[in-house]
C-alpha cells in the first residue's frame, strides 16, 4: 500500500464520503476500517494504569443509560421506525445524541435496520444469526460491502442536509463526547480533588468502557434477541422477547413484540414487560418535545398468537 493510499484510508476514518465502495466487494472483513474498533478494545485495558474511583464508574453508568437511551428511542424509533414525531430542531439534536454512542450515522444506521426488518433472517437478512452468530453481532459491519448507506430505504431521511452531515462526518461527534469525557475527569481532579478522578482516567471509564460495553449490548439485539427468549407472535423470523436483554437494552429485549408490530413507539406491549425507554419518551411527550407516539392497536396485541402463549 502507498503512502498517498495509506493516507486516504486514515482518512475515511473521518470523513465517510472518502470510502469508495464497488459492487463487487464481497463480505471479507475491511481490516483498515476494523483498526479503530480494535484499538477501542484495547485502550479499555487502559483501567489497569489509570484506576478507578467511584465517581468514574457512576459516570461510565450514566454514560451508558444516556446514550443507550439516545439508540433505542431515538436511532431505532424515531430514525428507523417512526414511531412518533418532533421538531426538525429536535431531530437534530436526537441524531447528534445518538452518534455519541459511536454507531455511526443515523441515516447508515436506519438504512441498514429497516432493511433487517425486511428481510428478517431471509437470505438478504444482513446481520441474521443462521449466518453465524459473531456474523450477526459483529461481522455484518466490519465488511466494506455494509460500510455503505442503503439509500433506497431511507430517502425521507436524506432530505434533511444536517443529518447527511452528520452520517458524513459520523467520527466527529464521538471525538467531541471524548474531549467533553478528559475535560469533565481534568475539572473535577481540579475542583474536587477528593474524588480522586482525573482527564484520563474519565476518558477511560466515561467515554471508551462505557462505547465498548453500549456497542456490545446494543449488538445483542441483532444476535441474542434472535435466539435466545421466548417467542409470543408467529412472525415468521427468529425474533425473541428476553426479559434480560429488554433490562440492559432500556426495553429493545422485547424483540418478537418489536418484529410482531414494529410502528409501536412501546415495545413492552405489556404492564409487565419493562421498557424503560418507553416511559421515558412519555416524559418527553409530556413536555411537548414529541408527539404522536403510536400505541400497539388492541386488535395487533393478541393476533398471531404462538399457540401456546394463547392458552396460558
Ligand atoms: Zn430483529
Ligand atoms: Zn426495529
Not at 426488518?117 to 443462521?130: C, L, T
Not at 431521511?157 to 462526518?169: A, G, N, Q
Not at 469525557?181 to 482527564?199: C, H, R
Not at 440492559?248 to 409487565?272: D, K, L, V
Amino acid at each position: 500500500m502507498s503512502w498517498q493510499n495509506l493516507f486516504t484510508k486514515v482518512f475515511a476514518w473521518f470523513d465517510n464520503s472518502n470510502v469508495k465502495i464497488t459492487d463487487n466487494v464481497g463480505e471479507s472483513i475491511d481490516w483498515m476500517r476494523v483498526i479503530p474498533f480494535i484499538l477501542m478494545h484495547l485502550v479499555c485495558l487502559l483501567v489497569l494504569v489509570v484506576g478507578w474511583s467511584p465517581v468514574a464508574l457512576w459516570v461510565a453508568l450514566a454514560s451508558y443509560l444516556l446514550r443507550m437511551f439516545a439508540i433505542t428511542a431515538f436511532y431505532h424509533r424515531y430514525f428507523s421506525h417512526k414511531s412518533f414525531k418532533t421538531s426538525r430542531f429536535a431531530q437534530f439534536l436526537f441524531g447528534v445524541l445518538g452518534a455519541t454512542a459511536t454507531q455511526r450515522g443515523p441515516i447508515w444506521w436506519a438504512s441498514h435496520h429497516r432493511r433487517h426488518h425486511i428481510y428478517s433472517d431471509k437470505d438478504k437478512d444482513i446481520h441474521s444469526p443462521r449466518k453465524g452468530f459473531l456474523w450477526s453481532h459483529m461481522g455484518w459491519f466490519l465488511c466494506l460491502k455494509n460500510f455503505s448507506t442503503q439509500e433506497h430505504c431511507v430517502r425521507d431521511l436524506f432530505k434533511f442536509p444536517e443529518l447527511v452531515l452528520l452520517d458524513r462526518f459520523d467520527t466527529l461527534v464521538p471525538i467531541i463526547y471524548g474531549f467533553f469525557m478528559l475535560f469533565l475527569g481534568q475539572y473535577l481532579e481540579y475542583a474536587y480533588p477528593e474524588l480522586q478522578t482525573n482527564g484520563s482516567q474519565m476518558l477511560i471509564w466515561g467515554y471508551f468502557v462505557s462505547t465498548i460495553v453500549l456497542i456490545h449490548c446494543t449488538l445483542f439485539i441483532n444476535s441474542l434477541a434472535h435466539i435466545w427468549g421466548r417467542q409470543r407472535y408467529q412472525t415468521g423470523d427468529d425474533s425473541r422477547n428476553n426479559g434480560f436483554l429488554a433490562l440492559i437494552t432500556m426495553g429493545e429485549g422485547w424483540h418478537n413484540n418489536h418484529h410482531h408490530y414494529p410502528a409501536s413507539t412501546r415495545q413492552g406491549f405489556f404492564w409487565w414487560e419493562i421498557d424503560m425507554s418507553y416511559y421515558l419518551l412519555r416524559l418527553m411527550s409530556l413536555f411537548g418535545i414529541i408527539w404522536d407516539l403510536k400505541p400497539v392497536p388492541a386488535n395487533r396485541l393478541y393476533s398471531n398468537l404462538i399457540q401456546k402463549e394463547a392458552q396460558s
